[in-house]
């Protein structure tokens, strides 16, 4: 190997680590039947306080409500505290209405001043359940949050281990009807939850407590203040984290359904995950002295969940540092760039074909519905460069021969230069259909991009528009993401 070739070689290298990742982390999956806190589960039904924040949710509260209101467990061992954050639609109406309906069981919380984000709703709601006695665990979720109806039951039998101090559910996209969008997150949410999280469960650390649905002890509440931060965008994983350094677990239950209404448009979808990307790096930045620091926390501090956590926020640089480094090598030796190209996306196609079976598995019934849009998740030009890795050398077209002539070669050299930078590309081309939208393009047309440009380079386009904001510490505003109740439980 010539010396000349270690540093792009390094960078491919570094594009490579999100697969790996993802591969280690599907492999770990296998092993959760094994390792998993099941054993340590017992029937218990503790009483639990409901706190759900709500502005304008009048779409949504009532179906939300009542579903809660069937759940398979004592009906005197759960109250539901809707914290209205002043909100102008016709939820307060329908608070009363339904407090009228389900007395003792449902209360209206109204703050007289809202505006100021999701924590401080919750916050308020907190200081009423937890100045009282009554509530033995806090059950923190969405009001567009449907509840399956042993999910409660299922979650809450964790508790009775009392080395567990939180609980998150499985949540399931639900939108009915739905769009390529809905699809899209449906196949998502398997990957990021019913597969990573378990792979979490096996190794110890959980990164994140689903804003939609988590379950607290009052105990684990109170030994991380009784609050929670609002200084970030990211509180779910700032509560997530405290919870496992005060020395209590956080665990995933992917038995524990519910189904939420997620976005059915690029432009709300890209409100939501810019949040969520910048809380990402805000928690990197507050918790900057625990990562790699096992002697901190053995598990949360260890190198694994370290790796696992930036190979996700960093996944765009890494991106670009692949394309560099193909580009690179390519102007020095094509051969050798047609090699390492051919390695670097062959690993990849194995691993994308992996991750999509083994998603389908993990959960058909979602499986059935997505399957179109788990095959094309990291669209179809990206498909199309995956195949050309696979071609036998003989029918290599992109790389030069001795036969090859002078603007024969430069076609080539173009072709193969789009190709090593499509994973960079693809980036802006999600960025620019995000922005066509916004202009007004039609839904159909937008599909059919999105189909070629891929839903996966979509989320990276994102998690690099968090780092240039983080950079330019633009305001934190918390974008609500639109919802108009079209939530559903799907079978």
Not at 20 to 32: E, K, N, P, S, Y
Not at 307 to 328: A, D, K, N, Q, Y
Request: charged fraction near 15%; include cysteine.
């Amino acid at each position: 190997m010539p010396i000349y070739a270690l540093i792009p070689l390094l960078l491919v290298a570094l594009g490579a680590i999100p697969m790996v990742v993802a591969f280690v982390q599907f492999l770990l999956v296998g092993r959760h039947a094994q390792a998993n806190r099941y054993t340590h589960c017992s029937n218990f039904t503790p009483r639990v306080a409901f706190i759900v924040p709500a502005w304008n949710e009048a779409p949504s509260l009532k179906k939300t409500i009542d579903v809660l209101m069937s759940q398979d467990y004592p009906p005197d061992a759960f109250r539901i505290y809707v914290v209205d954050d002043a909100s102008t639609d016709e939820t307060p109406e329908l608070l009363r209405e339904k407090a009228l309906q389900y007395p003792g069981s449902v209360f209206h919380l109204r703050r007289a001043q809202g505006g100021q984000g999701k924590s401080h709703t919750l916050n308020h709601g907190l200081d009423v359940v937890l100045s009282e006695p009554w509530a033995q665990a806090v059950m923190i979720m969405d009001a567009d949050v449907l509840f399956e109806p042993l999910t409660l039951r299922r979650m809450t039998r964790h508790l009775a281990d009392g080395d567990v101090g939180a609980v998150t559910a499985y949540i399931k996209e639900g939108s009915q009807p739905d769009n390529l969008i809905c699809r899209y997150i449906a196949f998502e949410y398997i990957t990021a939850q019913a597969a990573s999280r378990r792979a979490q469960n096996v190794t110890g650390a959980l990164g994140c407590l689903a804003g939609g649905a988590q379950l607290h002890t009052r105990e684990n509440m109170l030994a991380i203040g009784g609050k929670i931060d609002t200084t970030t965008l990211a509180e779910d994983t700032f509560t997530t984290f405290r919870t496992q350094l005060a020395g209590r677990e956080a665990v995933f239950d992917g038995n524990a359904v519910v189904w939420a209404e997620e976005p059915g448009t690029l432009v709300s979808l890209w409100k939501q995950r810019l949040r969520w990307a910048r809380g990402n790096i805000q928690l990197a930045v507050a918790f900057r002295r625990l990562w790699l620091r096992p002697q901190v926390h053995r598990h949360l501090g260890g190198y694994w969940f370290g790796l696992s956590f930036f190979s996700l926020v960093l996944t765009p640089l890494l991106m670009i540092c692949s394309s560099i480094g193909l580009v690179w090598l390519d102007l020095m030796d094509p051969q050798l760039s047609h090699q390492v190209f051919g390695s670097l996306w062959r690993f990849t196609f194995l691993v994308y074909l992996f991750i999509t079976v083994f998603s389908f598995v993990i959960d058909l019934n979602t499986a059935k519905r997505t399957w179109f849009e788990g095959l094309t998740y990291p669209g179809l030009i990206t498909l199309g460069i995956m195949v050309v890795s696979c071609l036998p050398p003989q029918w290599g077209t992109l790389w030069p021969t001795a036969q090859t002539s002078g603007s024969e070669a430069t076609l080539q050299q173009g072709l193969r230069i789009f190709i090593y930078c499509w994973a960079s590309v693809s980036m802006l081309a999600a960025w620019g259909l995000y922005r066509l939208e916004r202009m007004g393009l039609p839904d159909w047309i937008r599909d059919i991009l999105l189909l070629m440009v891929g839903y996966g380079p979509f989320n990276c386009a994102v998690a690099l528009a968090a780092m240039v904001a983080e950079l330019r510490k633009t305001e934190m505003r918390w974008d609500k993401t639109p919802k108009i109740g079209k939530g559903s439980i799907l079978k």
